[in-house]
């Protein structure tokens, strides 16, 4: 099992150029600590997110040495895929090896307005763009003609380092999604908030595409993660974060699985610490992500530990050490394939 941090910060977490310095502690403290993984994700139209999440991972890479670098996710049809493919290859070479692409088709039409691409037709520009990737990435010159993209004798220069392909990941939470993720991925991220049934009920639906396709299945949990020495400085220093974090979420359509909620300001708490997030002390994570593995199948979890409205640096990286001091390092390996 291996464990990533992601981060999930933009403009709203203050000055630019101040919270991408944070960011890249961030991932300095995870290579560090062991994690396996330091990704970035992206909105377009968001001050709550960065929209260029692979020349983030560019600067990730450059600070790093073995962490797996890339997006968990990109929001894959508003890239051009070719371009999308050659600037992931890069990231591989770049970092050496290390990287792990996660995309997905998004879910908010303020995405896809942001830069002019049309969303009626997203899930087929998806799709389409998952295949030129990885034509791109094991052919010398290669040609691919669909309904959205007509490419002729073109290359990627230069391919990645990983053979045969870098793994690519698939986010999803409809039923289609999760069969493209089964035939055309090498796993299946889940979103961050998904309840542990939600998420067994997904895994399986994925599971089942993924044998039908003769892949081998591997389930990536993303959660909101917070460790403290007690469940009261775990409460004092993210529960206010958790719940404004949450709130923002489901107003934004990413909550589906909370029956009986009609009003984000109806989230408390203790909906979240349940079965959504790894939350507490070290004894109570290590216990929840046993739940994860045992209900849900996970394989391998994505952490996030800060939100753009906080906590603090100081906090996060402590935590980031706590946990892998004393929850990573009981319950897990340091790898993502």
């Known amino acids: 099992m291996g464990f990533g941090v992601v981060f999930t910060q933009g403009v709203a977490s203050g000055d630019p150029h101040q919270v991408t310095g944070e960011i890249l502690e961030q ?81 908010l039409p303020e995405d896809y307005q942001t830069v002019g691409v049309p969303w009626k037709d997203r899930i087929q520009r998806f799709d389409e763009t998952v295949r030129i990737i990885r034509q791109a990435w094991t052919s010398d010159r290669f040609s691919f003609t669909d309904r959205i993209y007509d490419v002729q004798d073109v290359s990627v220069i230069p391919r990645p380092v990983q053979s045969p392909t870098p793994p690519i990941h698939l986010a999803a939470w409809s039923p289609g999604g999760l069969a493209r993720a089964g035939r055309l991925g090498d796993g ?35 959660r909101f993660c917070w460790t403290a020495e007690s469940r009261e400085d775990a409460v004092r220093d993210f529960g206010a974060t958790a719940v404004d974090m949450v709130r923002t ?19 408390t708490l203790d909906d979240l610490m349940g079965d959504r997030m790894i939350f507490g002390t070290p004894e109570e994570c290590r216990a929840a992500i046993a739940g994860y593995r045992a209900t849900a199948g996970v394989d391998d979890f994505l952490l996030i530990f800060r939100h753009p409205s906080g906590p603090a640096q100081d906090r996060v990286l402590a935590a980031m050490e706590l946990f892998a001091a004393e929850v990573m390092g009981k319950d897990g390996g340091p790898d993502l394939p």
Do not use: C
Request: no cysteine; hydrophobic share 45%.
């Open 249 to 267: 979420l489901w107003t934004y359509g990413a909550i589906t699985d909370m029956p009986g909620v009609t009003a984000a300001d109806q989230i």
């Open 27 to 107: 991932a300095e403290a995870a290579d560090r600590l062991g994690y396996s993984a330091a990704l970035t994700t992206e909105h377009k139209y968001s001050e709550e997110y960065f929209g260029s999440p692979l020349h983030l991972a560019y600067a990730i890479a450059a600070r790093t040495e073995r962490v797996k670098v890339g997006t968990s996710i990109a929001i894959a049809p508003l890239y051009n895929p070719v371009e999308l493919a050659q600037d992931a290859a890069m990231l591989d070479q770049l970092s050496g090896g290390r990287l792990f692409l996660g995309l997905g088709a998004g879910y």
């Open 188 to 222: 299946w991220i889940s979103n961050a908030l998904m309840s542990v049934d939600t998420m067994r009920q997904m895994g399986d639906a994925y599971r089942e595409a993924a044998r039908e396709s003769g892949r081998r299945p591997r389930v990536t949990a993303i």
